[in-house]
């Protein structure tokens, strides 16, 4: 402890600096309000979700709208195939039919025509009836 102007019971005031010091310690602490978004600000962030929502509906309808046209596409796809192979069957089934035909009328007696033998049938366009004249087409409807 140091002699001070002849007082001896006077601490020093660096050593009072350094002990209240230590006892206590200041601290400021900052504290910072966040401020609300003013109105403007908020309109042109659900402005700009608004527009953003729409975009998305609007691709995403597309894309089903694609979805489905592809889907039809396939299943007309798969009815043609479908088709052909009925259409495939159906021929072959008229050719066995065709062949038929021919064994069925030499079992009833028929003969094949030579070149010789070809009779010709002229066609009318009109035949009677007992109710008069009338065109075979007329016929053919009735």
């Not at 400021?28 to 998305?56: D, H, N, Q, S, W």
């Not at 079992?107 to 065109?135: M, Q």
Request: hydrophobic share 35%; proline share 1%; aromatic share 6%.
């Amino acid at each position: 402890m140091a002699y001070t102007r002849g007082n001896l019971a006077v601490k020093e005031k660096a050593s009072q600096e350094r002990v209240t010091q230590q006892r206590y310690k200041e601290t400021t602490k900052v504290v910072t309000r966040r401020t609300g978004l003013p109105a403007r600000e908020k309109f042109l962030y659900l402005i700009t979700l608004v527009a953003v929502i729409v975009v998305g509906g609007v691709m995403m309808s597309r894309y089903a709208h694609i979805y489905d046209l592809n889907k039809q596409a396939q299943t007309t796809l798969s009815d043609v195939r479908e088709a052909e192979r009925t259409i495939a069957d159906l021929q072959v089934e008229k050719e066995k039919l065709n062949n038929l035909v021919i064994e069925n009328a030499r079992k009833l007696g028929y003969v094949e025509a030579s070149g010789k033998d070809v009779i010709f049938v002229p066609r009318s366009t009109s035949t009677t009836n007992s109710t008069g004249t009338e065109s075979s087409s007329d016929t053919a409807n009735k």
